[in-house]
């Protein structure tokens, strides 16, 4: 993509409104745009990341069996009434009424319409177990949105239900759903590490938090420094995978526990901020009862199954990859989800030995990469795609361009090396 062309509306200034650095930067690299507090438009690059994201998340979840549906954003207010949430919800429950006076509102999650479409479609214990998931808009009116897409008021969510007959069956659901975690945030590239949380506005006894570290976390955070080096890879045994993630000492503020953090050893005691990017509950028959959802056991009897929901804030997660990963010059994007793997940098437009290395660059590499071709000094093409954070940089100037020779530029560690043209290919490409 030739960035002449491109809408990358990128700022040098640090925009006043921005507090912390990801939504500094995510504004600055002209990534997104504020629409209203809490509401934001996602701007071409940004939308490249987030639709990345999605696309790892979509792949492990359908690897783990998990079936993907799309559910509307308005929901009806009688479907919460059945729950008995309509009103616990309380003001962060965006509420509409439509032109019958008909009581709406823009869905915060969607445990109960998942319910009733499980309630009309599955009758018999032969049906069960399911687990679905979507992608999908969700709206909660935070008091305080902040931060940028960290805490907005409509993000991205990847919201998956499990229906099992027992609770055996809901544990191994529970299971299988924090392996696909561990391996979708190992793809991605950060680390996330799963925490004994309270269960809210959803409700049950059984809870993992997912938690990025950074200073700026809204949670303060207690865990065992053996978690840092936890392999997100996972093994066959699904068990021994579980317990190697959760046997060790993990817990945000809210369910911190003295005693047993007593029993971690000093030297790997730590103690820091989370930014919460994913969140998983077991609440066994609370939904299934309240909306009466029962199937046919194989004696005849009537079973009420055991459910769990397993969130990732997905557009959340761009801001907290930008907190984790970013320098005093800009994004530092893992190669997974960065929203060009490579940027082609032209120091002299109009030169025509440095113009057909570029347009060759340009052509092998596809829309995956960003080529600067506009008419502007180096100093502020090396300082963009240092802010914009691309994994690699190109850099093609004459003197090279007479021999054949670019510059490539890894951007997390700051290498640089003189090579052919085919070796910069081969290394980006590898
Ligand atoms: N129904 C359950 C699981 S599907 C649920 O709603 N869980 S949740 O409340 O924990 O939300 C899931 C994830 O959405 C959170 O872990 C967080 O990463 C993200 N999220 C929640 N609120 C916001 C918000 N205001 N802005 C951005 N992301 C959010």
């Known amino acids: 993509?030739?960035?002449?062309?491109?809408?990358?509306?990128?700022?040098?200034?640090?925009?006043?409104?921005?507090?912390?650095?990801?939504?500094r930067l995510m504004l600055r690299a002209g990534l997104v745009r504020q629409m209203a507090s809490g509401i934001y438009a996602w701007l071409p690059t940004g939308l490249r990341v987030l639709t990345k994201i999605a696309n790892i998340v979509r792949e492990e979840q359908n690897l783990s069996g998990a079936q993907e549906l799309l559910m509307p954003t308005i929901q009806s207010a009688d479907l919460w009434r059945e729950s008995g949430r309509y009103d616990a919800y309380g003001k962060e429950m965006l509420r509409i009424t439509d032109r019958h006076d008909r009581e709406l509102l823009y869905g915060p999650t969607n445990e109960e319409m998942l319910t009733v479409i499980m309630r009309d479609a599955v009758k018999s214990y032969r049906d069960l177990p399911q687990m679905?998931?979507?992608?999908?808009?969700?709206?909660?009116?935070?008091?305080?949105?902040?931060?940028?897409?960290?805490?907005?008021?409509?993000?991205?969510?990847?919201?998956?239900?499990s229906f099992d007959l027992d609770y055996e069956g809901a544990f191994l659901s529970y299971k299988k759903m924090m392996a696909a975690y561990l391996r979708t945030f190992q793809r991605i590239?950060?680390?996330?590490?799963?925490?004994?949380?309270?269960?809210?506005?959803?409700?049950?006894?059984?809870?993992?938090?997912?938690?990025?570290?950074?200073?700026?976390?809204?949670?303060?955070?207690?865990?065992?420094?053996a978690l840092e080096s936890n392999d997100?890879?996972?093994?066959?045994?699904?068990?021994?995978?579980?317990?190697?993630?959760?046997?060790?000492?993990?817990?945000?503020?809210?369910?911190?526990?003295?005693?047993?953090?007593?029993?971690?050893?000093?030297e790997r005691k730590r103690e820091g901020r989370g930014i919460e990017v994913g969140q998983i509950f077991y609440f066994g028959q609370k939904y299934s009862q309240a909306m009466n959802f029962s199937v046919i056991g194989k004696d005849g009897s009537k079973i009420f199954p055991e459910m769990g929901s397993y969130g990732i804030g997905v557009s959340r997660l761009v801001g907290a990859i930008v907190e984790a990963r970013?320098?005093?010059?800009?994004?530092?994007?893992?190669?997974?989800?960065?929203?060009?793997?490579?940027?082609?940098?032209?120091?002299?437009?109009?030169?025509?030995?440095?113009?057909?290395i570029c347009d060759s660059l340009h052509d092998k590499?596809?829309?995956?990469?960003?080529?600067?071709?506009?008419?502007?000094?180096?100093?502020?093409?090396?300082?963009?795609?240092?802010?914009?954070?691309?994994?690699?940089?190109?850099?093609?100037g004459p003197r090279g361009a007479a021999t054949g020779q670019v510059e490539l530029k890894r951007r997390a560690t700051g290498e640089r090396a003189e090579l052919s043209v085919e070796d910069a290919l081969a290394k980006v490409l590898g």
Request: proline share 6%; with cysteine; charged share 25%.
């Open 132 to 161: 679905l998931y979507q992608i999908q808009w969700k709206f909660r009116d935070e008091v305080r949105p902040r931060f940028g897409v960290l805490r907005g008021r409509e993000f991205l969510m990847k919201d998956a239900y």
């Open 232 to 266: 997100g890879r996972g093994t066959p045994d699904l068990d021994a995978f579980y317990a190697a993630h959760t046997t060790k000492y993990a817990a945000t503020d809210e369910k911190h526990d003295l005693e047993s953090w007593s029993k971690v050893p000093d």
């Open 365 to 396: 590499l596809g829309p995956d990469c960003l080529y600067d071709d506009r008419e502007e000094r180096a100093g502020a093409k090396f300082a963009e795609a240092d802010l914009m954070g691309h994994p690699w940089q190109i850099i093609v």
């Open 189 to 225: 590239g950060v680390v996330a590490i799963p925490m004994r949380a309270d269960t809210g506005q959803i409700g049950g006894d059984l809870s993992h938090e997912f938690h990025i570290l950074a200073p700026t976390g809204e949670s303060g955070v207690f865990y065992d420094a």
């Open 1 to 23: 993509m030739r960035l002449s062309q491109s809408l990358i509306p990128t700022l040098k200034e640090t925009p006043a409104e921005a507090q912390i650095a990801s939504h």
């Open 326 to 356: 970013h320098d005093e010059a800009g994004i530092i994007w893992p190669d997974a989800i960065a929203p060009f793997k490579a940027a082609i940098l032209n120091l002299r437009q109009g030169d025509s030995a440095t113009g057909a």
